[in-house]
């Protein structure tokens, strides 16, 4: 059974920086996509930034040069480093994961059907 520990969060001014991370556990092979996703309250969840299979990442347009997304492969941790945050970054942030084949970064971030997700970590910048 795959399961996904988030951590990091907080509160910061907008302007700083906070790191999430993510340790998976379970998988028995390396094919899986991992993905960032957010929501805020009364919106929709987004995908915020994904990485494939490949180690290939992708982001939302609202956060590209913003936040960056890496993965510890030895250690099956995900991780997301988020730097000039904004008041509009504040939501609960959530990583998602599964098998996913070829399927390309790109498409993993905008998927939403994903078999395993962690249970959230709060992100809160203020102005």
């Known amino acids: 059974q795959v399961q996904l520990v988030e951590s990091g969060g907080g509160s910061v001014q907008a302007g700083g920086s906070l790191s999430l991370s993510c340790a998976a556990s379970?998988?028995?092979?390396?094919?899986?996509?991992m993905v960032w996703f957010r929501q805020a309250p009364g919106k929709e969840r987004e995908g915020v930034a994904a990485?494939?299979?490949?180690?290939?990442?992708a982001y939302a347009d609202s956060v590209k040069g913003r936040f960056t997304i890496s993965k510890d492969n030895a250690e099956n941790t995900l991780y997301l480093q988020m730097n000039s945050l904004k008041p509009e970054d504040t939501a609960m942030y959530y990583c998602?994961?599964?098998?996913?084949?070829?399927?390309?970064?790109?498409?993993?971030?905008?998927?939403?059907?994903?078999?395993?997700w962690g249970q959230g970590t709060q992100v809160t910048v203020s102005s």
């Open positions: 998602a994961s599964d098998y996913c084949g070829r399927m390309t970064a790109i498409e993993a971030l905008v998927t939403l059907g994903w078999g395993y």
């Open positions: 379970g998988y028995t092979s390396s094919s899986y996509c």
């Open positions: 990485i494939d299979s490949d180690g290939i990442s």
